[in-house]
């Protein structure tokens, strides 16, 4: 297999964009990444989407933006796997042309999730879940991950107040970012005073509804550098799943699949956590930000309330986490989440980050989740 | 790349499965492709699905599957391009096992359309076209192929008799297939007396709304001998798109996607379009078929509808056609009909095709097509 440069990204503000469509945010963010990478033509594409079908009545968005992109006939493929689908994508890129069977090819991810009104956006977030066995008996994605944070409390002592901490930080982070939804600070009185949505989780816990597309350009390693392009490679690369529903799990604090990818990734890579400058992961809710660090063995299990609290995750930290403002402030379209990721690092990797640029960053890892975590991919990344 | 070999397939009966759910209609199809080439893990999955948020209010089926198949935590991906991905399932497996990532892949469609109302499953199948531009206009699946056939009639002569006899035709082969939703023969008669659905297509050139599942296992070519298993290659695959929405194509009775994926299958497999023995294709409608064989190459532009008239297309013929009955007559679950022509091929190429059975055929072709064309797959097999 040959090995893998990412030459070019993209992204516009996300937010709430009523005055755009699904087609015009992906056309305008794919572009970009075109520009980026100094080419204008690819050879595959592979878009993340979870559900364009529920939220906008539009499948087959593979043909579609290919067509908008003028892209017409390359190969193009939509994933799916709930919020993960932008990971996945790029990890189907990513194997294009590892194989040989493609070089230039454009991964991306796009969701237009507020052409529906907020009930409908909860139901269609609900299908990431067991629809038959979650969803029909009641529970929403808040009610999910409240339960894993009770849970997380109960067994490792986990406060209220840490979990708002995430928030906090991760706001202060997207408040240096201007491509976030969200560019504004919080505090933890702020978090703990916010609408109960489902207990112990407040709105200031949770992710926002949101409209946005990010998308890279891929490229084998001696293209890239005959481009004479800065070499930030991937070096590694972990899919897994876990049970769906979390009532089937024997520890649903625990997040298999976010473990179990991320030892492929670390495996093939060759690098152990302490080797990361930069994570980026799937904080849909607090919550999940702190699972999230134990599965990946930057913390020990149970002690990722206390990382937060101690400053350890900031930008200034050890181990920064979520330096773009992660989901919580840069906005959270599902499908394009994952790639949105690979964005922000590339951009450390290069030291394009601005005001939060994370020092001498040389490898970092994206962890993107699937519902409450039934699937997951990880990447890891070196800058050369 | 390795060579990829196809050792088990799998196929329940389709039909209005209403006491099955997406996941038992999965399960079962899977574990029989397991059974039939002998293996109880799998090292990754793909499903095909195209429209499972909208038809039965479940997205993230790859996780949901993988739980369901008790082979967690394998990575498992769900594809989507309309009612080509089930072929496109197939072909980012075969990617899979070709540059190494995985030995073992499950490659697989499923759809379960009966559990909403028709008028909720022409708007589903709808939302493969271009919604703001078509479907918001009032325009259905059937208008647009309505609009392809009258187009191919005025320029080609083609005639309304030669519509109603690839639905006569693909009915009679699928008389001779158990797993046919449809297991009756038809006449020319009573196509052209059938309800009237969008002039000048009627119920009988339609493919039905079907649930099911299909299922096949690939592994290297290597592999598959040491196991012993009859040597089935996927020698040649294709993937392209067009233009979306019909209006902006040149000229509409031409499958632009279905020639440049097949231009792409038949030079990788150092084929011809007479070399191949078998052709299982996406007759949607009566008229698809007939614009697929001209794309395809198999008879020339505007001489498809003769073809049929001619015989050359069926069993007996020099050229046979959706011997598995197709669409038309075995049903058309969309996310799975791309891996049931797989199906169809593999016991084809191993002679346990019963009565439907074509004489020494070692070469076939399956294309897959979503939409009204804006994205094909195809893929050559070869019988060692």
């Not at 409209?211 to 005959?226: F, H, K, L, N």
């Not at 995750?313 to 499908?335: A, M, Q, W």
Request: aromatic share 6%; glycine share 10%; charged share 20%.
């Amino acid at each position: 297999m040959r090995d893998v440069a990412i030459i070019g990204v993209g992204m516009t503000k996300w937010g709430e964009l009523w005055e755009k469509s699904l087609r015009s945010i992906f056309v305008e963010t794919a572009l970009l990444a075109f520009d980026d990478a100094g080419v204008d033509q690819i050879d595959s594409m592979y878009v993340g989407s979870m559900s364009s079908g529920i939220f906008v009545g539009q499948e087959h968005i593979a043909s579609l933006l290919a067509d908008y992109l003028g892209q017409v006939p390359v190969p193009s493929t939509r994933v799916e796997s709930a919020c993960t689908s932008g990971g996945l994508a790029l990890r189907l890129g990513f194997m294009e042309v590892a194989s040989g069977m493609s070089d230039v090819v454009l991964v991306s991810g796009v969701e237009k999730m507020t052409d529906c009104s907020g009930s409908e956006a909860t139901y269609a977030l609900g299908t990431a879940a067991d629809q038959e066995y979650e969803g029909y008996h009641g529970i929403t994605f808040p009610g999910l991950y409240a339960l894993i944070a009770r849970a997380h409390m109960e067994k490792y002592g986990t406060t209220r107040e840490q979990m708002a901490m995430v928030a906090v930080k991760n706001h202060r982070n997207g408040a240096k970012n201007p491509l976030a939804q969200f560019q504004f600070e919080i505090t933890v009185d702020s978090v703990l005073n916010s609408v109960m949505i489902a207990d112990p989780l407040r709105i200031l816990d949770c992710s926002p509804i949101s409209d946005g597309a990010a998308a890279a350009i891929i490229c084998p390693v001696e293209m890239a550098r005959s481009m004479n392009k800065p070499i930030i490679k991937i070096i590694g690369t972990g899919h897994a799943t876990d049970r769906i529903a979390i009532s089937t799990r024997k520890d649903i604090t625990w997040l298999e699949a976010t473990y179990q990818a991320a030892k492929q990734a670390y495996a093939m890579a060759d690098k152990k956590p302490e080797d990361i400058n930069i994570f980026e992961v799937h904080d849909c809710f607090t919550i999940a930000e702190i699972c999230v660090m134990e599965a990946l063995g930057i913390v020990e299990k149970g002690k990722g309330g206390d990382a937060v609290e101690q400053g350890l995750t900031s930008l200034e930290g050890k181990i920064p986490v979520n330096p773009s403002g992660g989901l919580k402030s840069k906005g959270h379209p599902v499908g394009a989440t994952g790639v949105a990721q690979v964005v922000e690092i590339v951009k450390q990797l290069r030291g394009e980050a601005g005001e939060r640029q994370i020092k001498d960053a040389r490898v970092a890892m994206a962890q993107n989740m699937g519902g409450s975590g039934g699937s997951t991919v990880v990447h890891i990344f070196e800058r050369e």
